[in-house]
Each structure stands twice: as C-alpha cells, then as structure tokens.
C-alpha cells in the first residue's frame, strides 16, 4: 500500500463522498457522478486517483462500467494509524513521567530549602 496515495485520495471531499456512495454497494460511474455539480468528466478523475490509491475497483461489463469499494487499503491504514497512535501515546506518556519527576523533585528541592530557612 502506498499510504501518500491513500491519504491524498481521502483528502477531497468529492472523493470520499463517493467513497461514501461505493460503502452502500456497487454503482455505474454514471450513478456514482450524479449527484455532484461537477462534469462526468471531473468525477472520472476523482475515480481515477481513486483507483490509483487501490480504494476503488472497475468492472467493465460492455459499456457499462461498474465501481465497488476496495477494503484492503483501509484496513492497512487503520493499522497504520493504530500503530502511530500507540507509539505517540507511549512516547507522550513517558514525557509525561518525566515532567512529574522533575516537577516532584522540584517541589522536594523547595521544602528541604524553606526548612533549612527555618532553622
């Protein structure tokens, strides 16, 4: 999987509104343009980053061509995604142990100064 494809494709509005569209099953490139104010034309070339990111699939029976959604790039980037938050978190939380150690040791610092203060 090519993950900049993937993310560039899901990146338009249009494209995932007819990402959206493919979720409910198959459709015509014809149906699939329909509800759009752009030119078939325009659409197509939504259809084709589409297919190069492997999101969507062609099925040409005789004139007619057929869309249907393509899973597989989806679970890669969810897998993706998971495995960046898990190390972001992981990383996050050690920074944040750090902080509160050094704030702790911070604060201990202070107390043991006021007391010798005192004396």
């Known amino acids: 999987m090519d993950l900049d494809d993937t993310l560039i494709a899901l990146a338009d ?8 569209r493919l979720a409910t099953g198959e459709a015509r490139v014809t149906e699939v343009a329909a509800p759009f104010g ?12 589409l297919e190069r990111a492997g999101l969507v ?8 061509h057929f869309l ?3 899973p597989q790039p989806f679970d890669e980037l969810t897998r993706w995604m998971r495995e960046t938050r898990e190390f972001w978190s992981s990383r996050l939380d050690h920074l944040e142990a750090a902080l509160r ?8 610092a202070k107390t043991s100064s006021s007391k010798r203060k005192r004396k």
């Open 13 to 20: 509005d249009t494209r995932r509104s007819i990402l959206k």
């Open 68 to 70: 249907a959604l393509e």
């Open 101 to 108: 150690a050094e704030d702790a040791i911070a604060k201990a």
């Open 38 to 49: 752009i030119s078939l034309n325009s659409v197509s070339k939504h259809i084709r980053l």
């Open 57 to 64: 699939r062609r099925r040409i029976s005789g004139r007619d």
